[in-house]
């Protein structure tokens, strides 16, 4: 098992957990690239009951059902949350080793950014990736 651990710039939020990803996927969608506030969302699937989260977070509703997560004092992006699927995407910036970051697909790429090439070997899906006994919806 790996341990991802991570946090804010301004270090007042920390998280960590123990369990292996569901997944590490690359969300290209404008929702995501609006949030993020970059070309994509690089995010390290979990359950929520297994990331312990600690310091001021702001969350707000991008969607219905997607809560994102951010630090309250320095405004780093960290977590998009989708309680009613029971997962968490901690976004990959936010890791304090980035080299854990091993992405399984790219996904939303309709959306992708038009000077952005993607060069590597995974998997892309023009919108939602395969259904996978978890959400399915647009992005997390």
Request: hydrophobic share 30%; net charge neutral; charged share 20%.
């Amino acid at each position: 098992m790996t341990r991802f651990c991570g946090g804010c710039i301004c270090k007042a939020v920390r998280y960590e957990t123990t369990a292996d990803p569901l997944n590490q996927r690359v969300c290209h969608c404008k929702e995501c690239q609006t949030a993020i506030g970059a070309a994509f969302n690089a995010r390290v699937l979990m359950r929520i009951e297994d990331v312990s989260i600690t310091g001021p977070i702001s969350t707000f509703y991008s969607s219905e059902t997607l809560e994102r997560g951010s630090c309250s004092r320095c405004g780093s992006s960290i977590f998009s949350r989708r309680t009613s699927a029971g997962v968490i995407g901690l976004t990959a910036g936010s890791l304090d080793d980035s080299s854990l970051f091993n992405p399984d697909m790219h996904f939303w790429i309709s959306s992708k950014q038009s000077w952005l090439e993607i060069a590597d070997e995974l998997p892309q899906y023009p919108e939602a990736p395969p259904y996978k006994g978890y959400s399915n919806h647009m992005c997390l």
